[in-house]
Antibody, heavy 117, light 111 residues
Framework: QVQLVESGGGFVKPGGSLRLSCAAS????????MTWIRQAPGKGLEWVSS????????SYAESVKGRFTLSRDNTQNSLFLQMNSLRAEDTAVYYC??????????WGQGTLVTVSS | QSALTQPPSASGSPGQSVTISCTGT?????????VSWYQQHPGKAPKLMIY???KRPSGVPDRFSGSKSGNTASLTVSGLQAEDEADYYC???????????FGGGTTLTVL
């Protein structure tokens, strides 16, 4: 069965960096676009970034463009989100999800990122 | 402020039907047949309930159905059950610039 397991979340000061990882299993990882979606505490869902199956094309929300970088390693079935220059408003649970026709179908359980001084 | 507009709350008694709306624009909901609905229980990850406006993934009860008219998509839950109580989010493809947009979510209460 499809499994997505996020890791790498934690507590960081404003301006700091974190690298999130997502380990995928149960499907042919390299065939699928993958995406990160976040949810601030008590708030709704916000699309963050997506990457093509081969890793040659990625898209970013305006709120993270220039600060976040999405990459993948298809040999390790892994997805990575490098987050730099973090701000308080980046505080959220970050979900890794598989994409079908641009929209997520399977989601991981999420990893919490807290940005605070 | 979310790109897609959903009512903040909806409710119904067990056995009744409830419809949740999701209003966007011609650049997202109205422009593409790529609308999904997700169910989220507290502390859990979202679960796909409807994709491509009307399709149900394997394992989702047929009590859940989706539709679209113009710029508004709708999720109908028929024969409400206690376990349907959750937050529901709609999402839509919004083109290569905005990519994917979400609604603000609707809390469904089973009375």
């Amino acid at each position: 069965q499809v499994q997505l397991v996020e890791s790498g979340g934690g507590f960081v000061k404003p301006g700091g960096s974190l690298r999130l990882s997502c380990a995928a299993s149960g499907f042919t990882f390299s065939v699928y676009h993958m995406t990160w979606i976040r949810q601030a505490p008590g708030k709704g869902l916000e699309w963050v970034s997506s990457i093509s199956g081969g890793g040659d094309s990625s898209s970013y929300a305006e709120s993270v463009k220039g600060r976040f970088t999405l990459s993948r390693d298809n040999t390790q079935n892994s997805l990575f989100l490098q987050m730099n220059s973090l701000r308080a408003e980046d505080t959220a649970v970050y979900y890794c999800a598989r994409e079908v026709w641009w929209l997520p179908d399977f989601w991981g359980q999420g990893t919490l990122v807290t940005v605070s001084s | 402020q979310s790109a897609l507009t959903q009512p903040p709350s909806a409710s119904g008694s067990p056995g009744q039907s409830v419809t949740i709306s999701c209003t966007g624009t011609s650049s997202d909901v109205g422009g593409y047949n790529y609308v999904s609905w997700y169910q989220q229980h507290p502390g859990k990850a979202p679960k796909l309930m409807i994709y491509e406006v009307t399709k149900r993934p394997s394992g989702v009860p047929d009590r859940f159905s989706g539709s679209k008219s113009g710029n508004t998509a709708s999720l109908t839950v028929s024969g409400l059950q206690a376990e349907d109580e959750a937050d529901y989010y709609c999402s839509s493809y919004a083109g290569s610039n905005k990519y994917v947009v979400f609604g603000g979510g609707t809390t469904l209460t089973v009375l």
